[in-house]
């Protein structure tokens, strides 16, 4: 299945739209990544706060996951693999939030709100997408 190939389905709108849904996933996963691969101070306080060490290592990694997804995703013949893995990423986050008992909305549901933004994204560029996940049955 290329992803390349049939970006060119559907309006030009609807293109733009989902290529400005998926910067927008790409510039969050590449800051996200970046201050915990510097780690920042903020970033291990954090870590200590929803239960993990505060080790730079562990911090670093997470980053290093974070950026991994973020340039499969960017990439359109790995696009749908990096949406995979990102939502398994932010699965783990927001099952870290539901453990701690951060607030819903903002924290625990932020994963589930940027998973939707990601593959909102994918889902307005590629017929194929579209074509996986129909909102709507096809008339005969």
Known sequence: MSYIADSSSGSRAQRVA????????????????????????????????????????LARLLGVITLVCAVL???????VLGAILLTGLLGGAMATHLRIGSPIFSHLLFGLYLGIIAWGGLYLRYEAVRKMIPFRRRSC
């Open 18 to 57: 989902g290529l400005i849904l998926s910067g927008l996933t790409i510039a969050f996963l590449v800051f996200d990544g970046a201050i915990k691969i510097i780690p920042l101070p903020v970033v291990t306080e954090t870590m200590v706060a929803l239960g993990y060490s505060g080790d730079p290592a």
């Open 73 to 79: 995703y960017a990439i359109p013949a790995t696009s």
